[in-house]
């Protein structure tokens, strides 16, 4: 037992819990959880502790250590959840910690080296977005582990459409757009032994305040603020985020498949039913988007032919002008 059992214990009730109960939950003396309590409020902690009755985790709403370790308030699917004010990347760190970590969020509210698809730069600047990694252990085969991110990406649409009113667009598979630019990106990582899965980790970024974007990508990319009237909160969007995915992810560990969700994929599909590009180092063909199937992979009609494309095979890009070369 360690201080992060107290503090999942604390997160997971919003009621006082009694030194006494505590070191009968942990079977260590109430001196020795005292201590571990005053390492808490050290590390940043706002913990309550109230003679006769216990300690408390104070509520907040805003995106702090507080408010993330109550998420497990909202989910039993994560073990653990820790926020951090800057970290190198959240999908970094949870695969380096994976062999401490069973399941967790990790959110940090800057990251000095996020990461996109392809080796690409995610602008990660202070609280102007939201980035955060999911650390998951499904009981899959390694070629389904690429559904879970479109389930992250149907998540994130759902929680943006509650929480600031936008109604965004997922280009497959791992995109969020409005208006024709990206608000959001998913980056899954996995780690197999033999043929099972070992771990996952989806990280997640959100343009939630930025309303100016660094040269490369300014003509591409968007964000919440651009877009809507309502107050922009990290932690509300954090917290609708978590409780659809959860939802999403119990269903789909059942049957192993995209069908319960396929309509909402192809309704919000930013390129099902477009004329698009399919992008494959520096070869590039016309093709025409036509649906997403039950496996997730993106079908698409070329020269006549159908074809399905698995996820990561090429990139999309629209082809407005309807060329084939
Ligand atoms: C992409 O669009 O290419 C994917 C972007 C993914 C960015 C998120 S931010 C949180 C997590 N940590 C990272 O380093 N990357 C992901």
Redesign the pocket.
């Known amino acids: 037992m360690n201080k992060y059992d107290i503090l999942n214990h604390l997160a997971k009730g919003d009621d006082y819990v009694s030194g006494e109960a505590l070191s009968q939950a942990f079977g260590v003396s109430r001196q020795s959880i005292w201590k571990h309590v005053n390492a808490l409020i050290g590390e940043g902690y706002q913990i309550e502790s109230v003679r006769r009755k216990g300690y408390k985790l104070i509520a907040s709403e805003s995106l702090s250590k507080n408010s993330v370790a109550q998420l497990l308030n909202q989910t039993t699917l994560f073990e653990s959840a820790q926020y951090h004010d800057q970290i190198d990347?959240?999908?970094?760190y949870a695969k380096r910690n994976a062999d401490d970590l069973t399941t967790a969020i990790i959110v940090?509210a800057e990251?000095s080296?996020?990461?996109?698809?392809?080796g690409?730069t995610?602008h990660?600047s202070a609280g102007t977005?939201l980035?955060?990694?999911l650390l998951l252990r499904p009981d899959i085969a390694p070629h389904l582990a690429s559904m879970l991110t479109q389930l992250a990406a149907l998540a994130m649409r759902r929680a943006i459409e509650r929480t600031h009113q936008l109604k965004t667009q997922i280009k497959w598979p791992?995109?969020i757009y409005y208006n024709d630019k990206?608000l959001s990106?998913?980056?899954t990582e996995m780690a197999t032994e033999m043929n099972a899965v070992e771990y996952v980790v989806v990280?997640?970024?959100v343009n939630l305040k930025q309303l100016s974007f660094e040269p490369e990508i300014a003509d591409i990319a968007t964000s919440i603020a651009a877009h809507s009237d309502c107050n922009l909160s990290r932690m509300a969007l954090l917290k609708a985020f978590i409780v659809a995915f959860e939802g999403l992810y119990n269903t789909f560990l059942e049957g192993q498949n995209l069908a319960f969700v396929s309509s909402e994929l192809n309704e919000h599909s930013y390129v099902v039913g477009k004329n698009i590009w399919l992008i494959d180092g520096q070869k590039r063909q016309a093709a025409l988007a036509k649906a997403i199937n039950e496996m997730g992979e993106l079908v698409v009609e070329q020269e006549g032919e159908e074809r399905k494309l698995y996820y990561g095979e090429v990139s999309v890009r629209l082809n407005e002008r309807n060329c084939s070369v």
């Open positions: 990347s959240t999908n970094s940090s990251q080296a996020g990461r996109g698809r392809l690409r995610w990660s977005g980035y955060f990694s791992n995109d990206k990106g998913i980056l990280g997640v970024g």
